[in-house]
């Protein structure tokens, strides 16, 4: 397994292939509402290939200053349940606290929710997103 904190294009392709595959293809979210990034912003993203096969990523949000927030978790769905998601949170989690912050949020689907309690996240409220109910989650590491 490759972890990877994205900065070659190769790499950041892949980062896109699989949230084609996942958001856009998979549960159907419109492409305008995945791809929300600006043109020419910095983005941080984790990467995770298995044998050179692009299973996995997240973007990671450190533009507040009291947090980092985790965005857009998308794993390949014949590779769910292998333990790439929690390597993600935790490569995630790791670049959170290498930039010297100790806390970290994330907003999640409910369908999700058993999965963010497990890697020791904490619901703090639910607010209604734009076509659905989501669950902003915290954690101090």
């Given at each position: 397994m490759e972890i990877y904190r994205v900065n070659?294009?190769?790499?950041?392709?892949?980062?896109?292939?699989?949230?084609?595959?996942?958001?856009?293809?998979?549960?159907?979210?419109?492409?305008?509402?995945?791809?929300?990034?600006?043109?020419?912003?910095?983005?941080?993203?984790?990467?995770?290939?298995?044998?050179?096969?692009?299973?996995?990523?997240t973007r990671l949000?450190?533009?507040?200053?009291?947090?980092?927030?985790i965005e857009r978790v998308s794993v390949i769905e014949k590779f769910q349940s292998k333990g790439y998601g929690k390597k993600l949170i935790e490569s995630a989690e790791a670049w959170v606290k290498d930039v010297g912050l100790s806390k970290i949020v994330i907003t999640s689907l409910p369908s999700a929710e058993g999965f963010y309690e497990k890697q020791g996240y904490k619901k703090t409220r639910i607010y209604k997103g734009l076509d659905r109910d989501?669950?902003?989650?915290?954690?101090?590491i």
């Open positions: 070659k294009i190769w790499q950041l392709a892949d980062v896109y292939d699989i949230r084609r595959k996942t958001k856009i293809d998979g549960v159907q979210v419109p492409k305008q509402s995945e791809f929300d990034e600006e043109y020419d912003k910095k983005y941080n993203y984790i990467l995770i290939n298995e044998n050179d096969i692009p299973v996995g990523t949000n450190l533009a507040n200053k009291e947090f980092g927030k989501l669950i902003y989650m915290e954690k101090i």
